[in-house]
């Protein structure tokens, strides 16, 4: 593989990275969403159209798809969200299909069919890394936030989330305007990377791709997501020239390896935690004394 | 259905009512599992639920914090009526709980378990986690320290940064107990504290339970450990097949008949299976 064509991979990689922490960051919030792709879709027609034929700048053409992708996330919130968890999901793919039909008639706007030309100076290596590093930071501070452990507790456990005075609804729709700022960033690098969109750029494969890597990745730490994506971007490109056409099948035999013994993917927190919880009674037991509940049994045992 | 005693000798305050359950039922399917349950709780009482299982005591708590909603009914919290509201704004009027069977986030620290629970009293917004505000590292660092100290009152002396669900079970109760106090309730409702537990573990509870009570808290909860019962409850209601058996000082409840029927069976059922007994016993000589 050629240094340029792995560039050009990691590149991919990265705007797959932002595509899989917007899926994660609904998915934090237990609700499993394709959503992303669709705001990544409206926000990269809507910078490509601002910035290429109204003459917006850059950057401020990035806040608006941005800030149009956060909008669209709470738009659909307030649509969705009330749908039991399979249905939700299914109506999030739906839209997916929606964008591209949406795509196809509102030729003005979106070039139709054909697609439409997009500028290309946000494809650079320091604003990708530069997204990448202002979304995990965000990850990590929502982590041990107020927002953070309600959301790990809505998603282990939405029932008893609200017996701790969480609204399980406010903090999904929080999730999906998060979501749909990160899938806003992810669409609009696409397309400045690509600088050329059309009706299959953002299609079911690039979420179903995305999802994997979540899910492979991890998706019980913001790590995970990131991990994913670039793991299983980076994978099938590098494995294409020695197995040439069976590159697929170690991809899928590899996947298939980690569904069934990391069922929690590549960045397992609670497997670490479990392991160090381990040590730590290993550590306590070597030098205990009788525990006070050995002796709770024999006293009565000896005055019968 | 009738109540059949109903007595308040009991010992424990008797101020405005923090708790009160007027004619409340529930029916699943065919099913009358809650049938015109009256049951008023006053402030800072600690009172016991009894009766055999399947009695409804559980889905009597789980109306109260609006788990399920009642078919007809009400349930006042502090003369608010909560019967039609959701769980968390219930729980916003001061209700908190634990669980028949044992209910913790998987994934969580034992510490990270009870942080969970001060979300209503943690101010801070996404916003500020992102600026790195002071104040939200200050608010971070200060729920951090009275989980600690509410891990420490409940007894729990596992490490507070292993995971809670690999702790035991006499642990993993005290651990939902702290989270369920995190919230600062008023009113916390307890589903079997000491089941699993010995003697010992039992009567901290207990003594948890008076601690509790003193800092001004009402506490429900649903105990078969009858020494318990009669040593920490003030009054107790004992519920089977749906209804109000009686109401009461513990020790008076316990001593009537349709409660010893109710746990035990029936006088003649008792007779009848001694006499059986007695009979198969017989042939082989003893």
């Known amino acids: 593989m050629s240094t340029t064509a792995l560039l050009t991979t990691l590149q991919f990689a990265g ?10 960051a609904s998915l934090r919030t237990g609700v499993l969403s394709l959503a992303p792709v669709f705001f990544g879709a409206v926000s990269a027609f809507t910078f490509g159209y601002t910035a290429g034929t109204v003459g917006l700048s850059v950057p401020l053409a990035l806040v608006v798809g941005v800030g149009l992708g956060a909008a669209m996330g709470a738009v659909t919130a307030v649509l969705i969200i009330r749908l039991d968890s399979h249905y939700l999901a299914m109506a999030t793919i739906a839209m997916v299909l929606i964008g591209r039909v949406l795509i196809i008639n509102l030729v003005e706007y979106t070039g139709g069919p054909t697609g439409t030309l997009v500028p290309g100076d946000l494809g650079t290596w320091a604003w990708l890394i530069g997204s990448l590093v202002v979304a995990c930071y965000v990850m990590s501070r929502l982590a041990g936030s107020r927002y953070g452990l309600a959301a ?3 998603r282990e456990d939405p029932a008893v989330a609200q017996t701790l005075a969480i609204s399980p609804r406010r903090i999904q729709f929080v999730g999906f305007v998060i979501s749909g700022a990160l899938g806003g960033a992810a669409g609009i690098f696409q397309a400045s ?19 994997a890597a979540v899910v492979l990745g991890g998706a019980f730490h913001w790590a995970g997501p990131v991990v994913g994506a670039i793991a299983f971007t980076l994978l099938p490109e590098l494995l294409r020239e020695p197995m040439g056409e069976y590159d697929r099948v170690v991809t899928g035999v590899l996947l298939v390896i980690i569904i ?18 381990r040590g730590r009674r ?5 030098d205990a004394t009788p525990t006070p509940t050995d002796r709770d049994t024999t006293p009565a045992q000896v005055t019968t | 259905m009738t109540v059949l005693g109903e007595r308040d000798d009991v010992t424990g305050p008797s101020g405005p009512a923090a ?14 599992a809650v049938d015109d349950v009256t049951i008023s709780v006053p402030e800072r009482r600690i009172h016991g639920i009894l009766g055999p299982n399947g009695a409804g005591k559980t889905t009597v708590l789980n109306m109260i914090s609006g788990f399920i909603t009642a078919d007809s009914g009400t349930i006042e919290v502090f003369g608010h009526d909560v019967a039609r509201m959701p769980p968390f704004k219930i729980a916003r009027r001061g209700v908190a709980r634990t669980y028949q069977n044992i209910r913790l986030f998987p994934g969580m620290t034992v510490l990270e378990t009870v942080v969970a629970g001060a979300y209503l009293q943690r101010r801070s917004t996404i916003l500020s986690a992102l600026l790195l505000s002071p104040a939200e590292r200050r608010e971070r660092r200060e729920v951090r320290e009275q989980a600690a100290e509410l891990l420490d009152r409940v007894g729990v002396r ?20 702290a989270r369920a106090l995190a919230t600062n309730p008023r009113v916390l409702l307890l589903d079997e504290p000491t089941a699993g537990m010995n003697d010992a573990e039992s009567e901290a509870v207990g003594r948890l339970l008076v601690e509790l009570q003193a800092s ?6 649903i105990e078969h450990n009858m020494r318990l019962v009669e040593q920490f409850c003030e009054s107790v209601t004992v519920m089977s097949s749906g209804a109000v058996l009686a109401q009461g000082a513990p020790t008076w409840c316990l001593e009537q008949d349709d409660v010893k029927e109710a746990y035990f069976g029936k006088r003649s059922d008792a007779a009848r299976i001694a006499t059986l007994r007695r009979a198969r016993r017989g042939p082989s000589g003893s």
Request: proline residues 2%; hydrophobic residues 45%.
């Open chain 1, 152 to 154: 790990d507790a809505v």
């Open chain 1, 193 to 211: 990377f690509l600088q050329y969109i059309g009706p299959d750029t953002f299609y079911t494969h690039l979420g179903f791709v995305t999802l």
């Open chain 2, 216 to 221: 001004g808290l009402t506490l429900i909860l």
């Open chain 2, 158 to 177: 596992a490490d507070h940064g292993t995971l809670a669900e690999t702790l035991s079970y006499g642990d993993q109760r005290r651990v939902e107990i």
């Open chain 1, 282 to 286: 290993r550590a306590v037991d070597d």
């Open chain 1, 15 to 24: 705007v797959n990275a932002l595509f899989a922490l917007a899926i994660y």
């Open chain 2, 19 to 32: 708790v009160d359950i007027t004619h409340l039922t529930k029916a699943f399917g065919g099913l009358t």
């Open chain 1, 260 to 277: 069934i013994y990391m069922p929690r993917g590549l960045v397992d927190v609670r497997r670490l935690r479990l392991l160090r919880s």
